[in-house]
């Protein structure tokens, strides 16, 4: 579901958020100890970069947005943790075929205004996703230069007015992920069917009787399919500088929330590219 979305204004409490979640997670991973820390580490980098995205305000929505934005460069590599930009991934459990992580992930706030088919209806609230992820390594080596593997991330999902934090139900994204190294590039590439509870779908797809117009019929979303992704990503760095690609492409058309009122698209895509420069680091 490709719902980042909207108002420039509110990049802020993202950043404020992405700052405070990388902090907690370094506090909670990181021993005080300063020694202990150098050795717990294996790898840092810290810069600054540039991004643009152009990214759909829902998938099956109608409209898009453009950014241009500033980010902190932040690259951690550990046994127990890797965080690289505002991804963290905790290392719970691994063995030469399985690996057990916990990941995080976000989308912005929406005004329903901006969204011609969700006119007069409740804005769509910052979204947070948080879980395990099972890994499976196919062929190849955890951490070298190929991997295929089947991923099954469960995360739970809540959303935020930065006020109030309410629990809308539960994400799963089974798929197969491919990732292979090239001197001096990496590149990622996956298809994950998509499936979540009906309290998801519906905070993105029902409509209740207060909200119906000649246009928008009253409509019950429920849990099941929500779709198919396709991800590339390509990254590349050139001494103290890295660059990298993003395209996310996700088709609706046997999703179970397909009749509804507010999906008027059966596809969606992202596409991203950033630069970003490194002034300090770690030697590898």
């Known amino acids: 579901m490709q719902h980042w979305c909207l108002k420039l204004n509110c990049l802020k409490w993202v950043n404020c958020f992405s700052r405070a979640s990388t902090l907690l997670a370094l506090l909670y991973f990181v021993p005080l100890n300063p020694v202990a820390a150098s050795q717990w580490i294996n790898y840092w980098e810290l810069g600054a970069g540039i991004s643009y995205f ?16 500033p980010f902190p460069h932040i690259l951690v590599e550990s046994d127990y943790l890797s965080l690289e930009r505002n991804v963290i991934s905790g290392h719970l459990f691994s063995t030469d075929e399985f690996k057990v992580d916990i990941s995080f992930s976000g989308a912005l706030k929406a005004d329903s205004n901006d969204i011609e088919l969700r006119k007069g209806m409740p804005d769509l609230n910052y979204v947070i996703e948080a879980g395990p992820s099972l890994k499976w390594l196919l062929q190849g080596e955890f951490n070298k230069d190929y991997e295929l593997t089947f991923e099954l991330p469960i995360h739970r999902v809540v959303t935020t007015d930065l006020r109030q934090v309410d629990a809308i139900g539960w ?25 979540a509870t009906q309290d998801y779908h519906a905070y993105f797809y029902s409509v209740d009787n207060a909200y119906v117009t000649a246009d928008r019929s009253a409509y019950r979303a429920s849990s099941g399919f929500s779709g198919v992704e396709y991800s590339l990503k390509f990254k590349t760095h050139s001494k103290n500088m890295n660059m990298g690609f993003l395209m996310i492409y996700t088709r609706l058309d046997q999703a179970v929330f397909n009749d509804s009122p507010l999906v008027a698209e059966t596809n969606s895509l992202t596409l991203g590219v950033y630069a970003s420069w490194v002034f300090w680091g770690s030697a590898k």
Do not use: Q
């Open 171 to 195: 994400r799963y994204k089974p798929g197969l992920y491919v990732k292979k190294k090239y001197p001096g590039w990496t590149v990622n590439a996956d298809v994950s069917l998509l499936y």
């Open 54 to 69: 152009h990214i759909p305000y829902y998938s099956g929505g109608v409209g898009s947005k453009n950014y241009l934005l």
